[in-house]
């Protein structure tokens, strides 16, 4: 009885506690859908003025837009007036022109006095005197791009006067203006892409709307009656309202004001309140069945989750978890803590695993910018010495014409010049590493130039090592520098027959690659894409990682002194860079080395190896050469070789003098010999500069190396180019040939 009295007090107690907890759970639901649909008002008025800042900001660059694509016609219009010296016709043909001019709707041509001297329109009447009118208040106001408001008609206009002088401006000629109409159909696009109303305003006027006939006369009234309110009744309908100046220098002005809604995205509140309700009832009934159930259910196993999470926090991964089986909230949190306690237990050891990836990378980081400092270095050396070596070269080859056969100063004089060859071969390659030389580049098949080149492979490669081709089938193309490309090949070579001392073999392979993330992620630095791969491999004594991270340096060798100058792997590094591709090496001490190069494929048919024949015979007709060049030594000697080749030399020292000469000779200048890189004007703009006066000019560029990152020398498209150091010989037979042949045709 006792016990059955205790439980009975126990279960009203229960019961008591339970009401009570009912109770606080409801009253603590209407609070909480209270709070919810208070913040959900907010909310959505704080939508509705985000949708409209949001509209009006989308209608703005819509017309900024129009307005960038007016300014482009208003220039060309302003060009085409210039050309034909104000000529009326223009505005007829421009608007008959639909390809340049198809969007503009408006045409006026006016002269400096802004008079209208043409005027065409596609959609009204509008009339030379209103137009005078109207480009008149744009010159007051002071205004470029605006708008114009006659008779019901919008345009959003571009004015744009042009000068006798354009770079000076120093006379006005006349002013360009070119305009687009905008009218409903307009409007409504714009309405549409804001998801809005549009009411357009000229002063007090209302100009359009996108409602409409009758609401469009209480909106007369709300905007009269509330000109800054953000709130405007329209029927049974609240709007609200924001308003911008289109043309803020005018007045009147022309306003722009977007409405939104509230009936709209108070819709859904209406809906959401319904919502709120029966989900705050569904919880005050269901709340009391399921409190008792999951309070019991859920205290045990929770603190045995809690024990694990404090064992997590201890660092320990195999804490074991007391878990009742089944699918209730607690099991499934018991579960996915577990879960995400392996998963931070995988996470440890992959951080670890990235942190060593990290360093990794970090060193190579400062391998590559090691090297870039290195190729700087090394481009500004061989800048400075190949003008060194021209004169010296150009000096000697002079020095051994006057001396005679049995001279004693003849044999000393040609060791200068050899020596000065040997110096300008390590300046090549020393321009390759820092990838400043000029490239010709071609497209190319790899498979086809490698097979030209095994004749001459087997030559150089010992007997004692078997050399292999595997050449590809239906290997891409590639654009790149034939005689580079070889270079490469050479290069790489060479270098695996110095590895195996003892015999062994070489393969050269050639094949298409496809590069996915994965694969660019295990062969930094390449970069996803289409390539097409050359690799070198060798049977040689290999590399360790030590020597593997420096080959590319140059001046780096592992060979005996005077066995190698160092700059063999480097030339190969700055040419495939320059060209695009990139380099990976796999070595290992003992096991040989493998050389990849990846360059990218395209899809254009391979250009013929055949090069057309040129004639080495100077031209014998009397020639004016004009030659350009800060280097005072290189500018006296290229000059002395020409002049002995029987042609009439003019030199300048920088592009200035060089366009002082053109412009004051009376005699003819045939052509312009001119170094590249030169100090306040580049060689290319001199030539783009004279060729504007004289066209019939031909170019030679001249040059040793190009500035460091500058990318392409596409600027040799409209010239021939004459490598530093040069002789005589290769001087007179560029200049002749650009003479005979006029402009080059380079792919």
Same mark, same amino acid.
């Given at each position: 009885?006792?016990?059955?009295?205790?439980?009975?007090?126990?279960?009203?107690?229960?019961?008591?506690?339970?009401?009570?907890?009912?109770?606080?759970?409801?009253?603590?639901?209407?609070?909480?859908?209270?709070?919810?649909?208070?913040?959900?008002?907010?909310?959505?008025?704080?939508?509705?003025?985000?949708?409209?800042?949001?509209?009006?900001?989308?209608?703005?660059?819509?017309?900024?837009?129009?307005?960038?694509?007016?300014?482009?016609?208003?220039?060309?219009?302003?060009?085409?007036?210039?050309?034909?010296?104000?000529?009326?016709?223009?505005?007829?043909?421009?608007?008959?022109?639909?390809?340049?001019?198809?969007?503009?709707?408006?045409?006026?041509?006016?002269?400096?006095?802004?008079?209208?001297?043409?005027?065409?329109?596609? @959609?009204?009447?509008?009339?030379?005197?209103?137009?005078?009118?109207?480009?008149?208040?744009?010159?007051?106001?002071?205004?470029?791009?605006?708008?114009?408001?006659?008779?019901?008609?919008?345009?959003?206009?571009?004015?744009?006067?042009?000068? =006798?002088?354009?770079?000076?401006?120093?006379?006005?000629?006349?002013?360009?203006?070119?305009?687009?109409?905008?009218?409903?159909?307009?409007?409504?696009?714009?309405?549409?892409?804001?998801?809005?109303?549009?009411?357009?305003?000229?002063?007090?006027?209302?100009?359009?709307?996108?409602?409409?006939?009758?609401?469009?006369?209480?909106?007369?009234?709300?905007?009269?009656?509330?000109?800054?309110?953000?709130?405007?009744?329209?029927?049974?309908?609240?709007?609200?309202?924001?308003?911008?100046?289109?043309?803020?220098?005018?007045?009147?002005?022309?306003?722009?004001?977007?409405?939104?809604?509230?009936?709209?995205?108070?819709?859904?509140?209406?809906?959401?309140?319904?919502?709120?309700?029966?989900?705050?009832?569904?919880?005050?009934?269901?709340?009391?069945?399921?409190?008792?159930?999951?309070?019991?259910?859920?205290?045990?196993?929770?603190?045995?989750?809690?024990?694990?999470?404090?064992?997590?926090?201890? /660092?320990?991964?195999?804490?074991?978890?007391?878990?009742?089986?089944?699918?209730?909230?607690?099991?499934?949190? @018991?579960?996915?803590?577990?879960?995400?306690?392996?998963?931070?237990?995988?996470?440890?050891?992959?951080?670890?695993?990235?942190?060593?990836?990290?360093?990794?990378?970090? /060193?190579?980081?400062?391998?590559?910018?090691?090297?870039?400092?290195?190729?700087?270095?090394?481009?500004?050396?061989?800048?400075?010495?190949?003008?060194?070596?021209?004169?010296?070269?150009?000096?000697?080859?002079?020095?051994?014409?006057?001396?005679?056969?049995?001279?004693?100063?003849?044999?000393?004089?040609?060791?200068?010049?050899?020596?000065?060859?040997?110096?300008?071969?390590?300046?090549?390659?020393?321009?390759?590493?820092?990838?400043?030389?000029?490239?010709?580049?071609?497209?190319?098949?790899?498979?086809?130039?490698?097979?030209?080149?095994?004749?001459?492979?087997?030559?150089?490669?010992?007997?004692?090592?078997?050399?292999?081709?595997?050449?590809?089938?239906?290997?891409?193309?590639?654009?790149?520098?034939?005689?580079?490309?070889?270079?490469?090949?050479?290069?790489?070579?060479?270098?695996?027959?110095?590895?195996?001392?003892? /015999?062994?073999?070489?393969?050269?392979?050639?094949?298409?690659?496809?590069?996915?993330?994965?694969?660019?992620?295990?062969?930094?630095?390449?970069?996803?894409?289409?390539?097409?791969?050359?690799?070198?491999?060798?049977? /040689?004594?290999?590399?360790?990682?030590?020597?593997?991270?420096?080959?590319?340096?140059?001046?780096?060798?592992?060979?005996?002194?005077?066995?190698?100058?160092?700059?063999?792997?480097?030339?190969?590094?700055?040419?495939?860079?320059?060209?695009?591709?990139?380099?990976?090496?796999?070595?290992?001490?003992?096991?040989?080395?493998?050389?990849?190069?990846?360059?990218?494929?395209?899809?254009?048919?391979? =250009?013929?190896?055949?090069?057309?024949?040129?004639?080495?015979?100077?031209?014998?007709?009397?020639?004016?050469?004009?030659?350009?060049?800060?280097?005072?030594?290189?500018?006296?000697?290229?000059?002395?070789?020409?002049?002995?080749?029987?042609?009439?030399?003019?030199?300048?020292?920088?592009?200035?003098?060089?366009?002082?000469?053109?412009?004051?000779?009376?005699?003819?200048?045939?052509?312009?010999?001119?170094?590249?890189?030169?100090?306040?004007?580049?060689?290319?703009?001199?030539?783009?500069?004279?060729?504007?006066?004289?066209?019939?000019?031909?170019?030679?560029?001249?040059?040793?190396?190009?500035?460091?990152?500058?990318?392409?020398?596409?600027?040799?498209?409209?010239?021939?180019?004459?490598?530093?150091?040069?002789?005589?010989?290769?001087?007179?037979?560029?200049?002749?040939?650009?003479?005979?042949?006029?402009?080059?045709?380079? @792919?």
């Amino acid at each position: 009885m006792k016990a059955l009295l205790r439980s009975h007090n126990d279960l009203r107690l229960r019961t008591k506690l339970l009401l009570w907890l009912v109770l606080f759970t409801a009253a603590l639901t209407s609070a909480t859908l209270l709070v919810v649909r208070h913040s959900a008002q907010a909310q959505v008025q704080r939508q509705i003025e985000q949708d409209t800042r949001n509209a009006l900001l989308t209608i703005q660059a819509a017309q900024h837009q129009r307005e960038m694509l007016l300014t482009r016609k208003a220039d060309l219009l302003a060009t085409l007036a210039y050309m034909r010296n104000g000529d009326p016709t223009t505005i007829q043909d421009a608007s008959q022109d639909p390809w340049q001019f198809g969007d503009c709707d408006l045409f006026a041509l006016a002269d400096r006095k802004g008079k209208i001297v043409a005027l065409h329109t596609t @959609t009204s009447g509008l009339s030379i005197a209103t137009t005078e009118k109207l480009l008149r208040r744009s010159f007051k106001e002071g205004s470029g791009p605006g708008w114009w408001f006659d008779d019901g008609h919008l345009f959003q206009v571009v004015l744009q006067p042009y000068y =006798e002088d354009e770079p000076g401006k120093s006379r006005l000629l006349g002013t360009a203006v070119v305009g687009r109409e905008l009218d409903s159909s307009g409007a409504s696009d714009l309405g549409r892409i804001s998801s809005s109303h549009l009411i357009f305003r000229y002063g007090n006027d209302l100009v359009m709307s996108t409602f409409s006939l009758p609401k469009e006369e209480v909106l007369e009234v709300q905007l009269l009656d509330h000109p800054r309110g953000e709130e405007i009744q329209i029927g049974n309908e609240r709007f609200f309202a924001s308003s911008i100046a289109l043309d803020s220098g005018s007045q009147p002005a022309l306003r722009l004001t977007v409405l939104k809604s509230y009936d709209e995205v108070t819709a859904s509140l209406k809906r959401l309140n319904r919502l709120l309700v029966g989900l705050g009832l569904a919880a005050v009934l269901g709340g009391g069945v399921l409190v008792f159930v999951i309070s019991d259910r859920s205290t045990r196993p929770l603190r045995y989750l809690a024990e694990g999470v404090r064992a997590l926090e201890q /660092g320990d991964f195999i804490y074991p978890l007391k878990s009742h089986g089944g699918g209730d909230e607690v099991a499934q949190v @018991t579960r996915a803590f577990e879960d995400m306690r392996n998963t931070l237990q995988r996470n440890e050891v992959q951080r670890q695993q990235l942190e060593v990836q990290r360093q990794q990378l970090e /060193g190579q980081l400062r391998q590559a910018q090691k090297m870039d400092a290195m190729g700087r270095l090394a481009g500004g050396v061989a800048h400075d010495f190949n003008n060194l070596l021209t004169v010296i070269k150009g000096n000697s080859s002079l020095l051994i014409e006057c001396l005679q056969s049995d001279d004693r100063l003849l044999g000393r004089t040609q060791q200068i010049e050899s020596a000065a060859d040997r110096a300008a071969s390590l300046t090549r390659q020393l321009l390759a590493f820092c990838r400043m030389q000029v490239l010709q580049p071609k497209i190319l098949d790899l498979n086809m130039l490698v097979s030209e080149m095994c004749k001459l492979l087997r030559r150089l490669i010992r007997e004692d090592i078997a050399f292999t081709f595997h050449a590809s089938e239906s290997l891409g193309r590639v654009k790149a520098d034939p005689g580079q490309i070889e270079q490469v090949i050479m290069n790489l070579a060479v270098n695996a027959g110095d590895a195996m001392l003892a /015999g062994g073999s070489l393969t050269i392979e050639t094949r298409n690659v496809t590069v996915d993330e994965q694969y660019a992620l295990a062969r930094p630095p390449i970069l996803p894409g289409q390539y097409v791969l050359l690799a070198v491999a060798d049977t /040689g004594h290999g590399m360790d990682a030590e020597t593997k991270s420096r080959i590319f340096e140059p001046f780096f060798t592992t060979k005996e002194q005077g066995k190698g100058t160092g700059l063999g792997l480097a030339t190969v590094y700055g040419i495939v860079k320059q060209s695009g591709g990139c380099v990976w090496v796999e070595s290992q001490p003992g096991k040989g080395a493998r050389f990849e190069v990846y360059l990218p494929r395209v899809d254009q048919a391979a =250009e013929s190896s055949a090069d057309e024949e040129i004639a080495l015979t100077p031209v014998r007709r009397h020639k004016t050469v004009l030659v350009v060049e800060d280097e005072e030594g290189v500018r006296e000697l290229a000059s002395e070789f020409l002049q002995s080749a029987g042609y009439t030399v003019l030199s300048a020292k920088d592009g200035a003098e060089a366009l002082a000469i053109a412009e004051q000779s009376d005699e003819p200048i045939h052509l312009l010999l001119t170094d590249v890189v030169m100090p306040k004007m580049r060689g290319p703009e001199l030539a783009k500069r004279l060729k504007d006066l004289r066209t019939r000019l031909r170019i030679v560029y001249m040059s040793g190396y190009l500035e460091y990152n500058r990318g392409n020398d596409d600027f040799l498209e409209d010239g021939f180019f004459l490598q530093k150091p040069f002789s005589r010989d290769t001087l007179v037979l560029k200049v002749g040939e650009a003479l005979r042949n006029g402009s080059k045709s380079r @792919t």
